[in-house]
């Protein structure tokens, strides 16, 4: 009788780029607020999304970011999500990134969307650029 070897999880996805050691994370809980389910069922927060939270209180989940104002739209984010998770059955433990260089290349489609301008200037210390093929 032979081991077999069942994978349940996809790779990490790696979202930084440049030096990998530049980059501020912590340790938070995220949760499904704002989040809509997939043809699955499934609602996952992907890795890059801005998230809204309190620093202070990462025990309090982090929500995905929302941009409000009328004339002037500004982004409540204040980190983005790290690697995806599965939040379809409520909050779960995340890596967030509070400093660092995102290439936005290795974000999905749908996450590159919430990557505005109110999203940059909400995260001065977050470079957001376009990756290359090298």
């Known amino acids: 009788m ?8 996809a790779p990490e996805k ?9 980059y501020i ?7 499904n607020t704002g989040v809509t389910a997939d043809s699955n069922g499934k609602k996952i927060l992907y890795a890059g ?3 809204a939270g ?16 009328d004339t002037s739209q500004t982004s409540n ?6 690697h995806d998770v599965d939040v379809t059955n409520g909050a779960e433990n995340a890596t967030v990134v509070l400093a660092g260089c995102i290439d936005i290349l290795k974000l999905t489609s749908a996450t590159q969307t919430l990557i505005t301008n109110e999203v ?11 990756g290359s093929a090298i």
């Not at 979202?15 to 050691?21: D, V």
């Not at 984010?77 to 790290?82: E, Q, R």
């Not at 940059?120 to 376009?130: C, D, E, G, N, Q």
């Open 120 to 130: 940059k200037t909400a995260l001065p210390r977050i470079i957001f650029v376009k």
């Open 2 to 9: 032979g081991l077999t070897k069942t994978s349940y999880l």
């Open 14 to 22: 790696q979202i930084l780029i440049g030096q990998e050691s530049y």
């Open 49 to 51: 999304t801005p998230l």
């Open 54 to 69: 309190d620093l202070l209180a990462r025990d309090t989940a982090f929500t995905k970011a929302v941009t409000s104002g």
């Open 25 to 31: 994370g912590l340790g938070a809980k995220v949760t």
């Open 77 to 82: 984010a204040t980190c983005v999500l790290l």
